[in-house]
């Protein structure tokens, strides 16, 4: 572990409030950026960064002293982002079960298509990347950033999802479909 | 799926997808490697998918916004439970009370009274012994700039000076150990009171000294370093500099407003 973090935890695990408020400082820059990638919009991304430290504050004294405690956080934070996400689709499976197959979460309509203005204005590939992350839905977003990004196998993407393993490969072959389609202009060999 | 059986069936995007992912059944494994090695529009695409997603992983995350985690530990803070009690509480029961003395009383003092600007009339003069006529305002204001003043010192002894040996270090990591409550008590009076400014400030003064109070004994010169470049970079002595002198022009307007007073008859 980071020795820096190595002494804080040590400190907060005893109950000392500034240490885990030093904690928090230093690591909520890329628990919201993690959160981000999973959830695809920043006021779900700031939800999933404070569930992830109620949850890290509750359980620091189970933390191993010897683990990293930023791999240890970005568990929590994964689990947390998942969370949300089914929670969601559980509660808006009750209106419409496709409902998270219609569009990104929280930029569904017209906006958050990449109209060739944005997708000219955008020079940036991580715009670019970020503009066809916001093309997928929900669903999509966190199968492709669990297998692609967080390595799970596509069964465990499933598990976790609490979906099929058939499911969960459809889930991610629209997701590749969709970012491939946004971005080839600009791998063109 | 397409793609299956002839070698003139090229593979489909789902079963390239899964090879990608090294997902691709066992019993299709062998299949599938003969024919990316033989197919020319096959080994393209594939190549293609491959650009694709490496293109995704060099992405850069998305950024919080400037101050994130100032909001994210004033929602989380609450509900964290009571095992430190208090901010009163445990502001009585730091042990550098003892060492902080008279800055700390004055701002308690002060804060008791109430206000971080405009008062009644308190009882207690910057040197810490009691004064009938001296005013919240300029007990809190002396105090905040005492304060100031001490942080400045220990932070341009940081920034400038040579504190890489482990003593020096530990020092200034039990200084800003002991400024840390103060400035804590004095950052929620003046936010409580409107002023921003100074609460900004002191923010970030708070933030720099629970990293120094909470480095480890065994700092090395590289972590020195990047704190003294954060210090730097944030312009923090500049601006803990122009709060001091905004407190002491303060202190001064307070002294002189409290001199055309009239003497107040002393309480019998």
């Not at chain 1, 569904?108 to 066809?132: F, H, K, L, W």
């Not at chain 2, 069936?9 to 299709?28: C, K, P």
């Not at chain 2, 009171?193 to 109070?213: H, K």
Request: hydrophobic letters at 40%; one cysteine or more; aromatic letters at 6%.
């Amino acid at each position: 572990m980071d020795e820096r973090d190595a002494a804080v935890v040590a400190k907060a695990r005893e109950g000392d409030r500034e240490a885990f408020r030093a904690l928090v400082d230093r690591h909520s820059r890329y628990v919201f950026s993690l959160a981000h990638r999973m959830t695809g919009n920043a006021q779900d991304a700031e939800d999933v960064v404070q569930e992830a430290w109620l949850k890290a504050h509750k359980q620091l004294s189970r933390f191993e002293a010897r683990a990293d405690f930023r791999t240890w956080l970005h568990r929590i934070t994964v689990n947390c982002s998942i969370d949300l996400i089914r929670g969601r689709r559980h509660r808006e499976d009750a209106h419409d079960p496709a409902d998270l197959e219609q569009g990104p979460l929280s930029e569904r309509g017209a906006e958050a298509q990449p109209t060739p203005e944005r997708m000219a204005a955008s020079t940036q590939i991580s715009d670019r990347v970020n503009e066809a992350l916001g093309l997928l839905t929900a669903l999509e977003r966190a199968a492709f950033t669990l297998r692609h990004v967080e390595g799970m196998s596509i069964e465990e993407v499933g598990e976790k999802l609490g979906m099929k393993t058939s499911a969960t490969k459809h889930s991610i072959f629209r997701a590749v479909k969709k970012m491939r389609n946004a971005l080839e202009p600009f791998v063109q060999a | 799926m397409g793609g299956r059986g002839t070698m003139t069936q090229h593979l489909s995007e789902e079963e390239l997808i899964l090879h990608y992912y090294g997902e691709t059944d066992r019993a299709d494994q062998p299949r599938l490697d003969t024919h990316l090695a033989e197919c020319g529009a096959c080994q393209a695409a594939n190549e293609q998918l491959r650009r694709v997603l490496t293109l995704v992983e060099t992405a850069a995350p998305v950024e919080a916004r400037p101050g994130f985690e100032r909001d994210v530990w004033a929602r989380l803070e609450p509900q964290l439970g009571g095992n430190t009690g208090s901010a009163w509480a445990r502001f009585f029961w730091f042990p550098q009370w003892a060492l902080a003395g008279g800055v700390a009383a004055l701002v308690l003092v002060a804060f008791m009274a109430g206000r971080f600007s405009g008062g009644v009339p308190a009882g207690v003069a910057p040197d810490g012994g009691a004064v009938a006529d001296a005013s919240p305002d300029r007990v809190l204001h002396a105090a905040v700039g005492d304060h100031l003043d001490r942080s400045q010192v220990m932070l341009t002894e940081l920034v400038n000076n040579d504190v890489d040996q482990a003593d020096a270090f530990a020092g200034e990591q039990e200084r800003a150990s002991d400024l840390v409550a103060i400035n804590r008590l004095i950052r929620q009076s003046a936010a409580q009171s409107g002023d921003a400014g100074v609460a900004d400030v002191l923010e970030d003064l708070e933030r720099v000294l629970l990293e120094i109070a909470n480095a480890p004994a065994d700092v090395t010169s590289n972590e020195l370093s990047d704190l003294k470049a954060r210090i730097t970079a944030q312009d923090l002595l500049f601006r803990v500099r122009v709060i001091a002198s905004e407190m002491r022009n303060r202190t001064r307007t307070d002294r002189e407003a409290g001199d055309r007073l009239p003497q107040r008859p002393p309480i019998s």
